[in-house]
């Protein structure tokens, strides 16, 4: 019944910008956080930055703390990346999430995960 629908990847040059978009459905509220992770071949899942979904507090990796910012709609069912000053190394595939864990930015079972959306900087 969950369903999270990423949208808004693409390859951009290092120093350019993408913005992200998650379309949730079916989400109770049990899922008190939302997020976003990636992942690179050969490399654990990591959390980029996660939002409350009831009262908007955010957090973000150190390493995209200052260029990245998370942000959701009033209706709390749709989930933005604006990502700015884009890295090499911000190649991965970037994926939506939405659970519990998700408030630590941590991989679970229990966490529900979109389809992914490839972003490559080069």
């Known amino acids: 019944q969950v369903q999270l629908v990423e949208s808004g990847g693409g390859l951009v040059q290092p120093g350019g910008s993408l913005r992200l978009s998650c379309a949730a459905s079916?989400?109770?509220?049990?899922?008190?956080?939302m997020g976003w992770f990636r992942q690179v071949p050969g490399k654990e899942r990591e959390g980029v930055a996660r939002i409350y979904r009831s009262g908007g507090y955010t957090d973000y990796a150190d390493s995209v703390k200052g260029r990245f910012t998370i942000s959701q709609d009033n209706a709390k069912n749709t989930l933005s990346l604006q990502m700015n000053g884009l890295e090499p190394e911000d190649t991965a595939m970037y994926y939506c999430?939405?659970?519990?864990?998700?408030?630590?930015?941590?991989?679970?079972?229990?966490?529900?995960w979109g389809q992914g959306t490839q972003v490559t900087v080069s």
């Open positions: 999430a939405a659970g519990l864990f998700v408030c630590m930015m941590r991989t679970h079972q229990t966490n529900y």
């Open positions: 079916g989400l109770t509220s049990n899922a008190y956080c």
